[in-house]
């Protein structure tokens, strides 16, 4: 199962701040204001030879004090059920306030395992203000400012030693994810495929419980479905059912092979959906991208084109990739979909041999060699595929720090020109000779 740590606290005491330092980006907005995240933001970490998934739990937009109360306190709750971790962060600066307690009670009664993080740690003055904190009786406490990043080292350092690495295994039976957001028509794909309703199907989005696992074995294909949905619908709760979707969908991500994304054709792709595909790409999983409730569409003669052309651009730069326009409802093209996943399976595991891959890519270098550095110039000799469970080439150079990322992408497109890696992320090194 994922490595999912969640981010858990009242507003406004840095938890978007931490989060985009923690995968190492800018992606959530942060402002003095409470309540600002919005959408749920969930990225890739690595730390200490170790991937996990941070997801920080803000989402308020309310404006009455009960009622944000209510959805901290439901969050946590579905923190605490699905997330494997919990950093509960709290403000200095404030000092341990009612809600501070109400959550730190709920943590308390977990069994999960706690980091407590106070925040805006930044002098020493602070610091000696930060000793109240151990009141709320969590023995692991880390004192830290996410904004300098000071302290968060020791946080991370402490995380870490909790996570264990899963190594992807080898599997000759396909294990292919069906991805998507609430609604999409996921168990409605699921129930087709297998001809049966294994699933059950409403118009309510969160209608599935959990991630259903089903074996697929006809026409001469096998392979091992799964059905992500995993929402639990919780009454009146709306602002909810996308984070139990998110966990679940995480959940599920890393047990696949290859991930089909379902996107609803009459909105097309959202940031939602890019994250999704952008955690897929960073766990390095080979992707399909459906198109489906495409029969709800007006056409005309270059409506599908036009589209396809819209989705790669919100891809990008990575956007080689299948695009398939289907409709579940309608049964359209829903087996080519799962022909084309196949296809990225085997694809995922292509290994090229060393001897035809040297012929292919050191002609491709000495067309165009890389810039020098300094003026002194960097000589590739040699490339090898790796032995890892997905596509990884390391080149042999005298100076593999200097290597610009441009030049990594020229060799990257290289390969998928000489080779049918579509649907996979390719990851290039630079090794000395």
Known sequence: MGNIVAIVGRPNV???TLYNRLI???QAIIDDTSGVTRDRQYGASFWNG?????????????NSEDVFESAIRSQVKI?????????????????ITDLDEQVAEMLRKSDKEVLLAVNKVDNAQRLLEANEFWSLGFEETYFLSSVTGSGTGELLDALTEKIEEEEETQSDTPKIAILGQPNVGKSSLTNALLGEDRNIVTDIAGTTRDSIHSKYNKFGKEFLLIDTAGIRKKAKVHENLE???VMRAIKALDEADVCMLLIDAQTGVEAQDLSIFRLAIKRNKGVVILVNKWDLMEKETNTARDFEKEVRNRLAPFNDVPVIFTSVLEKQRIFKAIEAALAVYENRQRKIKTSELNDIMLEAIERTPPPAYRGRFIKIKYVTQLPTY???FA???NSPKHIKESYRNYLENQIRKN???TGVPISVFFRNK
């Open 50 to 62: 170790k991937h996990f998934t941070v997801i920080d739990t803000g989402g308020f937009v309310q």
């Open 79 to 95: 923190a605490i059920e699905e997330a494997g971790l919990l950093i509960f962060m709290v403000d200095v600066t404030t000092g």
């Open 24 to 26: 190492g980006e800018r």
């Open 243 to 245: 984070f139990y979707s």
């Open 390 to 392: 997905y596509p990884a």
């Open 395 to 397: 080149f042999f150079c």
């Open 14 to 16: 840095g938890k978007s």
């Open 419 to 421: 080779f049918d890696f």
